[in-house]
């Protein structure tokens, strides 16, 4: 090898580092996606709360399903509603911060819904309202903790989801189990 192809290849080596340590550099200071900077109490954090939300997706699905009560369907049209967009916020979140969820939901989950599968009428009504508001009550603690986060996507997302998890909770604890199909028209919404 003479001199120029020496050269040369010295040169495309230096090319090529300086593009692998601009890709690496990118790469670990892209914002959409950061390791790191989350601690373990903010993952627990996004693994329960998909976990909490899946199951009560799944549980509002099955009412929607099986209750014939007005106020049952629009509690659980809003439960899925909501559960769902604040999913999808939680996935994004996990993505970003390279946690692994899963948005199935949990063998609790699926235990409560065969369990709720077996009860029609008032029976099922008054089932599915005590596992939204005891599941929410929970859901509320587990949020709480987390707009204490030292992260701010972590916080603001639990702050932001609160005033929707007590809004289920008062919807459920104020529905009457008992009304039939023609009851009253849907609480309202504040």
């Known amino acids: 090898m003479d001199l120029t192809q020496i050269s040369l290849l010295i040169g495309i080596l230096a090319l090529v580092a300086l593009v692998i340590y601009y890709q690496r550099k990118d790469s670990a200071s892209h914002p959409a996606r950061m390791l790191g900077n989350i601690s373990k109490e903010d993952r627990h954090f996004l693994r329960q709360a998909v976990t909490v939300s899946a199951k009560e997706v799944t549980l509002s699905q099955l009412a929607l399903k099986t209750s014939a009560t007005a106020l049952v369907q629009y509690m659980a049209k809003r439960i899925v509603d909501d559960c769902t967009q604040v999913n999808r916020k939680l996935a994004s979140l996990a993505w ?38 005891a599941d ?44 039939t199909a023609s009851g009253a028209p849907p609480l309202p919404l504040m």
């Open 136 to 179: 929410h009550r929970k859901a509320i603690d587990l949020f709480n903790t987390a707009a204490q986060s030292a992260n701010p996507d972590i916080r603001r997302l639990a702050e932001a989801t609160l005033p929707t998890l007590d809004l289920h909770v008062k919807m459920a604890e104020e529905l009457d189990p008992r009304m």
């Open 96 to 133: 970003r911060y390279r946690v692994n969820v899963s948005a199935e939901p949990g063998p609790d989950a699926q235990q409560k819904a065969k369990q709720l599968r077996t009860l029609r009428g008032s029976a099922f009504d008054q089932a599915y309202d005590e596992v939204i508001v």
